[in-house]
């Protein structure tokens, strides 16, 4: 039996690939120093997965930027505006690839040029971010880029013999999307010149003694039609044609196989992996259906959460699995690439961040490596007496995770036990609460003008922060600052006319982190970086324990914007889906009950903003959409206690108290239904970079309640003119009741300048006040 990894994190242990790929951007290190910069950085990861113990270490799982970027250099994918580009003969500014390379992930503009990136969209259902690549009809393939088999080369001259990764022809093709193409062309029409460069590829790395390749396919366990089975079979076919020596192991993650598995069990190839984390019951059934030829790779270690693992559970899937296949076809790794989860647990000192008991608890990717090895040992009985002691301890850690009073709160479980379809509805439906909040609020009754939230977050305002988390600062001086810059606010609020002010969340670093930071059962953790999307990461939250609230968290801000005007302020805060989906979270209770723990902290707040005199309250959910599940069939049951979960946290309020909610996106066609479920009195969304298209939704459900589509993309410092909202406007009164409609920007103004924010605002009040006139 073999350990394998399926992918390492890239970032680096100080975030090292951020720093010096940043400084390649700046002009202030050149090509050489950032390949040295890179290589030491993948030489020590491969390094540490071997002493580790790890057999199969993987290579190509680096990236400058993205693994589906790099697929698409390495087939020669790459769109003619960059392809343009680097053929200007006396253009020797720019080097070849890696130019194209950067241009394709974030634009070029150098006063010269200006070429847009490439779209960026989530990695299935994680919060990484890949590029995403573009097929025309006429498109070509050819192998460009020699990375995966230097790789393997670089890997092997420090004595690391590796298994290079690469994304599968089908996967990839199902990954992009279509450019400049008639509407019955489809990407996979591809296949078939997309295949001899695979072929190609294969049969160089199998030239050079390269043993197997981890052929990445997760579209495996997803929902496909026939076309794309018939494209699976073809493909693997193809490629076991002149395939002798190399052999592949067909990766899938994020799902189980279920009604692909006799597609993916009879595919020509050497191994498949299978997620046993996400799917644990499929195990017996892959079995059944897996020609005897073929090894398998059991995903038994969790690469998206940060949760040690139960061996003694892992080991016992692992030893049915021997019984059945014998260990020579077995393999053991994480579930899918550890690229999901941060680096070194080792790194985590503070404990006012995160508690030495909730740390005991947990693993980070060098972690579980060490628990691959030590699985590995247990199943085969060859544990040292050292490594006994140490699986005995891992063991009782979470044992005692188990039965920590840090984790089960009997108050909160009561609190859950009780909860009733009463505490899920508003008093009265909203056609009757539509009076009671106009007369309450005393906004205009067409076209009320609001913003999302946030308000530019200067570096001073930043610098006030981080003096306070330092002690530069007292409590008294820091929350000074704060109100004076909400005061500042309203009256630039006042003076632009906005109807619904806000207080301008100058308090918050981060819309979850806040909460987390006033909610129990939250830890956090200081190095626990995981990649969003090229050099950007995240640092998401650990839910550790039953989630409450001890004490109110917005209420004084809210309440303290709020006597300094007379106009109403609404109250901000961050729905549960949204704080869910954002955080590292718990591993022994469901999704659904985390979320519900979290809707009764918020519902808490709610009403204590309410009882402060906050006469309309937001209730943010981004991520609302992107909690979805990646089957269809599982979608049904997140929508109803997604839903359920908003709505505990908001219908606590008098009928007069107006609800908001929040999205910045509104690809809505598919889930129209249950957004109006939500019953929030207001959302407001992305629409302007659509011309108020995606309203569509809206308008052909019938929806009820009020709508806020922005009218300005925040996204860009660009300042909008009236007549463009005014335009937009009509776009929406045309297809809505003017009745229904809010005016406000498309997003929260966090990362905008003062400069272009109250110009843009005030163009956006004059816009309203024309749509008003000539109503
Ligand atoms: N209220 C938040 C803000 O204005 C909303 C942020 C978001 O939608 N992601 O910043
Ligand atoms: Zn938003």
């Known amino acids: 039996m073999i350990t394998h990894n399926l992918g390492y994190p890239r970032i680096g242990i100080n975030r090292d690939l951020k720093k010096v790929v940043e400084q ?153 999307k279509e450019k400049d193409a008639p509407d019955d062309f489809h990407r996979l029409d591809l296949l078939d010149k997309l295949l001899p460069v695979y072929e190609d590829i294969l049969s160089k790395l199998q030239n050079m003694g390269v043993e197997w390749v981890q052929i990445e396919e997760p579209f495996l366990g997803l929902d496909i039609d026939d076309d794309t089975k018939i494209a699976f079979q073809k493909a693997y076919q193809k490629l076991a044609e002149d395939r002798s020596e190399l052999k592949l192991l067909l990766t899938t993650y994020f799902e189980g196989l279920e009604d692909n598995i006799e597609l993916a069990g ?61 260990s020579d076809k077995v393999m053991i790794g994480p579930s899918c690439s550890l690229l999901h989860c941060p680096v070194d647990l080792e790194q985590e000192t503070d404990e006012t961040a995160l508690p030495a008991e909730v740390k005991r608890w947990m693993a980070f990717a060098n972690q579980k490596l060490d628990e691959l090895s030590l699985l590995k040992s247990y199943v085969s009985n060859s544990l040292s007496s050292e490594d006994e002691k140490l699986f005995e301890q891992h063991q009782n850690d979470i044992s005692d995770k188990g039965k920590s009073e840090l984790v089960h709160n009997s108050s909160v479980q009561e609190r859950m036990q009780s909860l009733d379809h009463k505490m899920l509805q508003r008093d009265h439906l909203y056609s009757e609460r539509k009076t009671q909040q106009e007369e309450h609020l005393n906004v205009p009754k067409l076209f009320p003008t609001t913003t999302i939230g946030s308000f530019p977050q200067t570096s001073e305002v930043r610098k006030w922060r981080s003096d306070y988390r330092k002690g530069n600062i007292s409590k008294e001086e820091y929350e000074g600052r704060i109100e004076g810059a909400i005061d500042e606010l309203i009256g630039r609020q006042e003076e632009i006319g906005l109807d619904l002010l806000v207080h301008g969340e100058f308090e918050r670093n981060d819309m979850v982190e806040y909460f987390g930071e006033h909610f129990a059962g939250f830890a956090f953790t200081r190095h626990g970086w995981v990649q969003s999307y090229g050099t950007r990461g995240v640092k998401p939250p650990v839910i550790y324990g039953d989630v409450h609230r001890p004490d109110p968290v917005t209420v004084r801000w809210s309440s303290y914007a709020q006597s300094q005007t007379d106009k109403p302020v609404k109250g901000m805060l961050t729905g549960p889906v949204t704080i869910l989906q954002w955080s590292f979270v718990r591993d022994d209770q469901s999704r659904e009950e985390t979320t519900k723990q979290i809707a009764l902290a918020i519902r808490d707040e709610v009403k204590d903003l309410e009882e402060a005199g906050i006469q309309a309250i937001q209730i943010d959910e981004p991520a609302f959409r992107e909690g979805l599940p990646l089957r269809r069939k599982n979608w049904e049951h997140y929508l109803e206690w997604a839903v359920d979960a908003f709505r505990l946290a908001s219908t606590v309020v008098k009928d007069r108290t107006q609800i908001h909610t929040h999205m910045c996106y509104s690809e809505f066609n598919d889930i129209i239904e249950h957004i109006a479920r939500l019953d929030a009195d207001v959302i407001s969304m992305e629409t302007s970079r659509s011309q108020m298209e995606l309203l569509e939704a809206f308008v052909e459900f019938d929806y009820p309640n009020e709508i806020g589509p922005g009218v300005y993309d925040i ?26 409609l809010w005016v406000n920007p498309d997003c929260g103004l966090k990362t905008r300048g003062w400069e272009e924010t109250v110009p843009s605002l005030e163009n956006m009040v004059a816009a309203a006040k024309q749509m008003r006139k000539s109503q």
């Open 24 to 176: 390649y951007w700046k002009g202030e290190i050149d090509k050489t120093k950032l390949d040295e910069s890179v290589s030491a950085l993948k030489v020590m990861h491969w390094t540490t997965q071997k002493n580790a113990g790890i057999d199969m270490v993987p290579s190509n799982d680096f990236s400058l930027y993205d693994q589906v970027l790099d697929t698409a250099m390495l087939v020669g994918a790459v769109p003619e505006r960059y392809e343009q580009l680097f053929r200007e003969e006396d253009d020797k500014i720019y080097s070849y690839p890696i130019d194209t390379y950067f241009a394709m992930a974030r634009g070029l503009q150098d006063g010269e040029h200006d070429i847009a990136a490439m779209e960026m969209t989530k990695w299935f259902n994680t919060n990484y971010h890949y590029i995403v690549p573009e097929f025309t009809p006429d498109q070509e393939f050819q192998c460009l880029s020699s990375k995966i088999f230097d790789e393997y080369e670089e890997a092997k001259s420090v004595g690391v013999v590796t298994k290079p990764v690469l994304i599968g022809p089908v996967s990839f093709l199902l990954l992009g």
């Open 266 to 326: 009879n595919l020509a190839v050497e191994g498949l992996h299978i997620d046993l984390i996400e799917a644990p019951n499929q195990l017996d059934t892959v079995i059944d259906h897996l020609d005897e030829k073929v090894s398998l790779s059991l995903g038994v270690i969790n690469g998206r959460n940060i949760w040690k693992t139960d061996l003694e559970k892992a080991a016992k899937s692992i030893q049915h699995a021997v019984e059945q296949l014998g």
């Open 715 to 740: 996204h860009s410092p660009r300042v909008p003119s009236k007549e463009e909202m005014v335009t937009l406007l009509r776009k929406a009164a045309d297809v809505l009741d003017a009745s229904q």
